[in-house]
């Protein structure tokens, strides 16, 4: 019985044995079966390393290196596709692991895919030893895309530094009312330090003039930045002033956005220095304000310029003498800037005609005014005397009792005696004028003294000439023999005497044209500044 029992036992027993190891095989085929599914299912690659290849690698393994079977893993050395880089560094962990020294059990290394491409892969390993047999079990994770991406953020956030570290335009960050960030323009247009500058309040940047404006927006910012949210403002430069560290201003358009940085908002300031344009704006104003003053003093000359050329144009004769035996022109061609020129043909007694040309200092209403006063003056004195020389000694006296220190006038007097055809003169400093006779010959008119209103009581000279038939009495202004060429060459009395040759026996109005034309063809585009006046008397 009692063997009996014993051996019912021992079957029992037997049998709970045979289940339990049934059991147990059965779990494990489960979890073979679940880790089956998950090696060959896994989107993450994986694989078991024997020596130096593969001996089974999952399907997204051998996929994302572009193949269609692992046979070719299988088949070859890991070192064959390796990169240079990666086949050292792993050569030298196997040989750590084979001498049983501690190796790295994740790294990532550069592996090429079937097509030549290199692919970076983050490798996790785990050694297994079954038996004498070393075995390595690992993940292996294509990081290349993110790698990739990392690289390109590196590069753009290096870019983004760059370009602000270089940024011509000063670039602050302002947090909390403090100053965060301030690029080197930004350091270099305060003259701070980068430790003054981020221990200093913002407000002290400013210009004092632009505190209160600027302490305004920096309260209400929130405000703004809400409404440029909404679109109902627009980011733009805006004008203020801040002050160096030695006290100098910087005139400045600012932009101010919103940011994250480093977590936390902030205020991005962009700051462009217009301190340049501003002193330009300034200088421009300033000419322009200038320009203004010159146009209107201009325009105050031009008026008087017209005023001047009336008074001339009123005292100068209208018509000429009408002398037997005699022919008379004359000419008066104003400069721009109008000087004293004037002619004078005045009828005395015994039928004698006396004729004066005379050239006044200063241009404008002055010049014209003296004008106006040595005419009144002369035909006053010329009907007291016969004498050329007493005429001019009583005119000098005058202007010099009744014009400035800095007038004068050139002046020539004559009287002509048609009767005896004698020409009585005296000159006062004036251009000589030229006796040119038939036979060529010449004399300059230079008896007289020096010029009216310089100096008072004055004895003046006269002379006396007698004039032939065909003789021609030429009587000019500086403008005529002062005339420039290109070269800044003086027409001279030279001139003057090879125009008289030519056409000495031409009427005085066609000697006079002639004579003109002469000076305008020398002097051709060449700006005169003084007034062409000429009289011409002919012995017929």
């Known amino acids: 019985m009692i063997d009996n029992a014993h051996t019912i036992q021992s079957r029992e027993t037997l049998i709970e ?10 779990l494990f085929k489960e979890s073979e079966l679940k880790f089956k599914n998950f090696f060959e299912n896994s989107l993450e690659g994986f694989g078991i390393i024997k020596g130096d290849r593969f001996v089974q690698v999952n399907r997204s393994f051998y996929e994302n290196l572009g193949f269609d079977s692992p046979d070719f893993l299988y088949t070859h050395s890991i070192f064959d596709y390796l990169t240079f880089e990666s086949r050292i560094y792993i050569e030298k962990q196997y040989k750590n692991l084979v001498s ?40 292996f994770l294509d990081v ?13 956030e290096e870019k983004y530094r760059n370009a602000v570290e270089r940024a011509s335009d000063a670039i602050i960050i ?27 309040p913002f407000l002290r940047y400013f210009h004092p003039d632009h505190i209160g404006k600027m302490r305004e927006y920096y309260e209400r910012r929130e405000e703004f930045y809400e409404r440029v949210a909404r679109g109902e403002l627009k980011l733009s430069f805006f004008e203020t002033a801040f002050l160096r560290k030695d006290g ?10 919103l940011i994250t940085y480093r977590g936390l908002p902030a205020d991005l300031i962009i700051i462009r220095d217009i301190t340049d344009r501003k002193r330009i704006e300034e200088e421009k104003a300033r000419l322009e304000s200038q320009l203004l003053l010159k146009k209107i003093q201009e325009a105050k000359l031009q008026k008087e310029l017209e005023i ?41 007694p015994n039928d004698e005609l006396g004729i004066s040309i005379g050239d006044i200092s200063g241009k404008g209403i002055p010049g014209a005014v003296l004008m106006a006063n040595v005419c009144a003056t002369f035909c006053g004195l010329v009907r007291q005397s016969r004498r050329s020389n007493i005429v001019i000694k009583k005119l000098n006296d005058a202007l010099y009792h009744h014009t400035q220190a800095n007038q004068f006038t050139t002046f020539f007097y004559g009287i002509l005696n048609p009767r005896l055809h004698t020409f009585r003169y005296t000159n006062a400093g004036h251009n000589p004028p030229i006796l040119y006779r038939q036979n060529d010959t010449y004399k300059e008119l230079k008896t007289g003294g020096t010029i009216l209103g310089f100096l008072p009581n004055i004895m003046y000279r006269r002379s006396n000439i007698s004039l032939q038939p065909g003789d021609v009495l030429f009587l000019y202004t500086d403008g005529i023999s002062e005339s420039l060429d290109r070269r800044s060459k003086e027409f001279g009395v030279e001139g003057i005497m090879t125009c008289l040759k030519k056409n000495k026996r031409l009427p005085a109005k066609k000697i006079l044209e002639s004579m003109l034309a002469t000076v305008l063809k020398y002097t051709k585009k060449v700006s005169q500044e003084d007034d062409l006046t000429a009289v011409v008397i002919k012995k017929e």
Do not use: W
């Open 144 to 156: 290349t895309k993110r790698k990739k991406a990392e690289q390109l953020l590196r590069e753009s």
């Open 174 to 200: 302002l947090q909390n009312g403090k100053f965060v960030y301030a690029n080197p323009r930004a350091l270099m247009l305060s003259g701070y330090s980068s430790e003054e500058f981020m221990n200093m």
């Open 17 to 26: 044995r045979v289940c339990a190891l049934e059991a147990e095989n059965k």
């Open 100 to 139: 049983g020294e501690l190796y790295d059990k994740q790294f990532e290394i550069g592996v090429y895919d079937r097509n030549g491409e290199i692919h970076t892969i983050e490798v996790k390993l785990n050694d297994l030893q079954i038996g004498s047999d070393i075995y390595l079990m690992g993940s």
């Open 308 to 348: 001047a050329r009336g008074i001339q144009k009123a005292l100068l004769p209208t018509e000429f003498p009408q002398v037997p035996g005699y022919d008379f022109s004359a000419i008066n061609i104003p400069s721009q800037t109008i000087g004293g020129d004037l002619y004078y043909f005045i009828e005395l």
């Open 248 to 257: 100098s201003a910087v005139f400045a358009e600012i932009s101010v956005s």
